[in-house]
T-cell receptor, first 110, second 115 residues
């Protein structure tokens, strides 16, 4: 089953913050976050591993709650360049494959 | 580094024709993944290889789809015969070791249209 992301879509004014959530029905070993701009390939943002860690990347950070089988991506002081579709990819116990979430479309406006 | 290379970038074909998509992973990467992206189903893993060996092909939709990796620098995804429902963007990605903790680098994709 695909991880479920929320919200499905969000519109921000430049400088506002946003949170994107990713929930899985399976126990997670890892969570990957990618951003895809229209007509382009997904681009890696960060990986979180089992252990409840948090990571940061510029003004984008993420958390991983192993018990709740959830991850959240935090975008602070959003910029126009943050616009795109965000995907989480989850790795579970069996094998090395990722299952990608339903995606969250984010648009940052002036 | 050139990144993951895919060809062709666009392919338009008629139903029933054979289609071959090509991928060159990043040099030194041991794992290669084929994904399909559609509006309805999102980004789906079709098959992945470790050290040129297919590890999991459970995402391959049906026997019309086949994938090969004859060497570490080349892989193909073939659809024969193609159908309109195969229309999608097909991405190839590679990673250093293929583990769940490894970043995947995506190619630019092949946009396939089957008429």
């Amino acid at each position: 089953q695909q991880p479920v992301q929320s919200p499905q879509a969000v519109i921000l004014r430049e400088g506002e913050d946003a949170v994107i959530n990713c929930s899985s029905s399976k126990a997670l070993y890892s969570v990957h976050w990618y951003r895809q701009k229209h007509g382009e390939a997904p681009v890696f943002l960060m990986i979180l591993l089992k252990g409840g860690e948090q990571k940061g990347h510029e003004k984008i950070s993420a958390s991983f709650n192993e018990k709740k089988q959830q991850s959240s991506l935090y975008l602070t002081a959003s910029q126009l360049s943050y616009s795109g579709t965000y995907f989480c990819g989850t790795g579970t116990g069996g094998g090395n494959k990722l299952t990608f979430g339903t995606g969250t479309q984010l648009k940052v406006e002036l | 580094d050139a990144g993951v290379i895919q060809s062709p970038r666009h392919e338009v074909t008629e139903m029933g024709q054979e289609v071959t998509l090509r991928c060159k992973p990043i040099s030194g990467h041991n794992s290669l993944f084929w994904y399909r992206q559609t509006m309805m189903r999102g980004l789906e893993l079709l098959i992945y290889f470790n050290n040129n060996v297919p590890i999991d092909d459970s995402g391959m939709p049906e026997d019309r789809f086949s994938a090969k990796m004859p060497n570490a620098s080349f892989s193909t995804l073939k659809i024969q015969p193609s159908e309109p429902r195969d229309s999608a963007v097909y991405f190839c990605a590679s990673s250093l070791r293929g583990g769940k903790a490894d970043e995947q680098f995506f190619g630019p994709g092949t946009r396939l249209t089957v008429l």
